[in-house]
């Protein structure tokens, strides 16, 4: 099993950075993609960024340019580098891992932009 923890969350203001950080431990050998999510106040839960096998992460269009995800080579930490925050990307951040075992997900993280 797969456990996570979010940190790097905090209220900022329009404009504004945060770096969020997910550690992770457990059995990281059949790791098959990781992302950050998030969930806004009433509505669903939405996918920000992902890292695959593939060369490039993918985005949600309303982040893309301004958010970006990495992880250490050793995929036990995941960072989204957030940039030009907006008030729309208040919302509770969560970290995933997707497994050939099924999905892990942190206990998540509160953003809030606000002047």
């Known amino acids: 099993q797969v456990h996570l923890v979010e940190s790097g969350g905090g209220l900022v203001q329009p404009g504004g950075s945060l770096r969020l950080t997910c550690t992770a431990s457990?059995?990281?050998?059949?790791?098959?993609?990781i992302g950050w999510h998030r969930q806004a106040p009433q509505k669903e839960r939405e996918m920000v960024a992902i890292?695959?096998?593939?060369?490039?992460?993918l985005y949600a269009g309303s982040v893309k340019g301004r958010f970006t995800i990495s992880r250490d080579n050793d995929k036990s930490t995941v960072y989204l580098q957030m940039n030009s925050l907006k008030p729309e990307d208040t919302a509770v951040y969560y970290c995933?891992?997707?497994?050939?075992?099924?999905?892990?997900w942190g206990q998540g993280t509160q953003v809030t932009v606000s002047s």
């Open positions: 890292l695959t096998a593939a060369p490039t992460p």
């Open positions: 995933n891992f997707h497994t050939s075992q099924g999905d892990a």
């Open positions: 457990g059995s990281l050998d059949r790791v098959i993609s």
